[in-house]
């Protein structure tokens, strides 16, 4: 997850400095395009201002000559009076005045022509006003627009100036971290040349410098294209044989189905055929009984074809039988007759109900096998029909109208009440009828939605198809494969990118190791010191004194190296970081080359400051030396 938010946070950076980088291109374009604009109406207004100045000139000019004009005039006018006041001159002076005059006129032919080019000149002058007067609007409004395009792309430059300055500023940091690095790398190299910290340095830093172009990952890149178009290719399998299964689930149901009609069909047709005969045997008795409903007109016929037609009677009689019990011989013999076609009508009503039941089911069961296949296949179910209405179960009704059969007693009755008993038997064979006919309507619509049902399953399986086919065709078309390009392309920059963070992290690991081995190494010496100093301060001398001095500067130098490492390992962090940044922004190698060149000097530098240290230390040490052979001789 870290990685993954790293790696936005990069890529958002990357955005918003291409954006920052596009905007600042976008008003300078703007800015040019304006420049532009301005140059073209600078131009376009340079030349109605010069005529301007030129008119204005020549209307000076015009101007000062109509005026030496008037004044010549004037004279000519005033030496025509004289040469009129004095008549009595010579030819010569008239010669002189035709001459003047002509010049006059002359003049006043020029006058005239100055006077239209003046006026031709003023209304020049008031038409170049007025597009100048625009070409300043214009350009007013253009300024005002390049002094917003202006102060935007000020703001932008100081945007820019700050992100330089930035830039430089991790430069810099980043140049002290490598000359750090390098002093590391340096002082590693010097004091443990045959150390796994030092060989590992070597080695990445010769398969750095060994590192041949991308062949690896142009290999890597090969192997994922391949991978992938297996994966495509074992998809399009995948999906054509579920196709294949959903086709035969589909005929399998279509088998059913019709199975199923038929089946159906047939039941309809013994219904059919039951209700035929019943029909006939309701016929054959509505026969029997309606010569016996016309009791009045003819009664020895009746009682003739009642004797012949029934058998005798079963009766065990003690005395003689009394005069109606062929009559209720003949009722009872009826009766028996009505309730055995009752009891067949109630069986075959409860055969029917279990048709019915059957059908029910049936129907359920489709529903159910095509929500399911539409819950399957992600299809917006079709409204089913509500069911018909439809009236009380058969079997109650047979059950009640056996029950009021069974519940009837029959008693001994006279002619007109077995006329009402037989009205009353037309009147159920009237409503079985009714009952028959309504069982076939209902069959029949069953039929027919069974048909319909049928026909929206076949047209739905058949939009199915084409909708398969067509994802088919969308999934193996040349978009969808650029698509999977791109995305593989996308994906394997991220494997790159997590690759180097990768790196770089146990880089980092491997130098904070390094660095936790020295700090244990200097913290010994620490200790040791400390122990030595604990010794010499029993003895307070001035050398002592000295050394105590000598041993808070070291203190202090440590404290320093521990702030400063604590700055370095931070630094490197950061350094890092812009460092990936910058690859990422700019993509080249010439960077990281650089980059290590830095880290190599900051590795030098930090060699060059433990050397230092190391001095100190090794002085500290020979002072202490020095000291404890003075006390000894002492």
Known sequence: MKSKEQSFTEERQLLTSARQDHEVKRLTEKLKDKDETIGRINLFTREPMDKHAKLELVTEELVSSNKILKAELEKYKRAMTK?????????????????????IAKREREVDEMRKDLHMAQS?????????????????????????????????????KTQILKSEEDKKKIQDLNRQVREMER?????????ISALILTANSE?????????????????????????????????????????????????????????????????????HMWRQTAEKIEAKVSPESKP??????????????????????????????????????????????KQELTTKERELVKVRRELEETIKTNRRLQKERERHLGIVPVPSRPPAVRGPPRDEQSSESSQR????????????????????????????????????????SLHSKRLEDLNLLQEEHEAEIDHLISDHMTRNSNPHVSDLQNQLCTQQSLIDHLKEQLRRTE???????????????????????????????????????????????LAELERRHEVREQKLQAMVKDLLRRNAEQRALSGDDSNAITMREKLLDKNRQLCLYRAEIDRILNTLREFNKHKKSGNAIS
Do not use: C, W
């Not at 214009?138 to 703001?155: F, H, N, P, Y």
């Not at 081995?517 to 620490?526: A, I, P, T």
């Open 83 to 103: 040469v009129a006041m004095a008549p009595v001159k010579s030819t010569l002076k008239n010669v002189e005045v035709d001459k003047f005059k002509e010049e």
């Open 207 to 275: 398969s750095m410098d060994s590192a041949s172009g991308q062949t690896p990952r142009v290999k890597f890149l090969e192997n994922r294209v391949q991978q992938l178009e297996q994966e495509i290719a074992k998809k399009e399998s995948d999906s054509q044989a579920k196709l294949q299964e959903i086709q035969n689930k589909l005929q399998e149901m279509k088998v059913k189905y019709e199975e199923h009609t038929s089946d159906l069909e047939l039941q309809l047709a013994t219904a059919k055929h039951q209700s």
């Open 405 to 444: 059969s069974s519940t009837k007693v029959y008693e001994v009755v006279s002619p007109p009440e077995y006329q009402e008993n037989v009205t009353k038997l037309e009147q159920e064979n009237g409503k079985l009828r009714q009952e028959l006919m309504r069982l076939e309507e209902e069959y029949r």
């Open 124 to 160: 020049e002058l008031v038409t170049t006003k007025a597009s100048v007067s625009e070409h300043q609007l214009q350009i007013g409004e253009l300024e005002t627009k390049v002094s917003e395009l202006q102060t935007a792309l000020t703001k932008e430059r100081s945007q820019v």
């Open 296 to 341: 009045e007109q003819q009664p020895v016929r009746e009682s003739k074809m009642i004797k012949k037609a029934l058998p005798p009677p079963m009766v065990i009689a003690v005395g003689a039988p009394p005069p109606n019990a062929l009559a209720v011989r003949e009722d009872s013999h009826l009766v028996a007759t009505i309730r055995g076609l």
């Open 187 to 195: 002082i590693l190299k010097r004091h443990h040349p045959n150390s």
């Open 507 to 553: 880089e980092r690991q491997e130098e904070l190791e390094l660095l936790r081995v020295e700090r244990v190494h200097l913290e010994k010496n620490n200790m040791e010191l400390h122990k030595k100093l604990a010794d010499l301060r029993n003895i307070m001398t001035p050398e002592m004194v000295q050394y105590e001095a000598l041993q808070e500067k």
